[in-house]
C-alpha cells in the first residue's frame, strides 16, 4: 500500500505561486507515476499533471500547460507541483495521486492511491 500526504496549498492573488508537496510512504518502489489532480466545488475530478517514477516524461492537462511544472525527488519519495500564473479557475482542492498501474501516465483512469488533499484557492 501507499500513503500520500499533501502541503503547501493555501491562497493566494491571481497572478501568484504556489508549490504544492507530497510525501509518499510505503509500498512506494510498485509505484509506476505520480500525480496531481484537482477538484473544484460542483464539478469531476480532473487530472493536472503526471510523470512517470523513473525517467523525466511529464504529462500536463491543456489548462495548465505553460503555467505548472511537476518534478519529484525519488531520494525523498516527494513530487511537487509548481504553480506560476495562477488564475481563479484553478480554484479546488489538489490531490496528490498514485499509480502502480503499468498504464501511460497521463492516463488519469491510472491512479490508484490517493491523498487527502491540500485546498488552492486564487483570487
Known amino acids: 500500500h501507499v500513503q500520500l500526504v499533501e502541503s503547501g496549498g493555501g491562497s493566494v492573488q491571481v497572478g501568484g505561486s504556489l508549490r504544492l508537496s507530497c510525501d509518499a510512504s510505503g509500498y512506494t518502489r510498485n509505484t509506476h507515476c505520480m500525480g496531481w489532480f484537482r477538484q473544484a466545488p460542483g464539478k469531476e475530478r480532473e487530472g493536472v499533471a503526471g510523470?512517470?517514477?523513473?525517467?523525466?516524461?511529464?504529462y500536463y492537462a491543456d489548462s495548465v500547460k505553460g503555467r505548472f511544472t511537476i518534478s519529484q525527488d525519488n531520494a525523498k519519495n516527494t513530487v511537487y507541483l509548481q504553480m506560476n500564473s495562477l488564475k481563479p479557475e484553478d480554484t479546488a482542492m489538489y490531490f496528490c495521486?498514485?499509480?502502480?498501474?503499468?498504464?501511460?501516465?497521463?492516463?488519469?483512469?491510472?491512479?490508484?492511491?490517493w491523498g487527502q488533499g491540500t485546498q488552492v484557492t486564487v483570487s
Open positions: 495521486a498514485a499509480s502502480s498501474r503499468p498504464w501511460a501516465c497521463d492516463v488519469w483512469s491510472t491512479y490508484n492511491y
Open positions: 510523470t512517470r517514477r523513473v525517467g523525466s516524461k511529464t
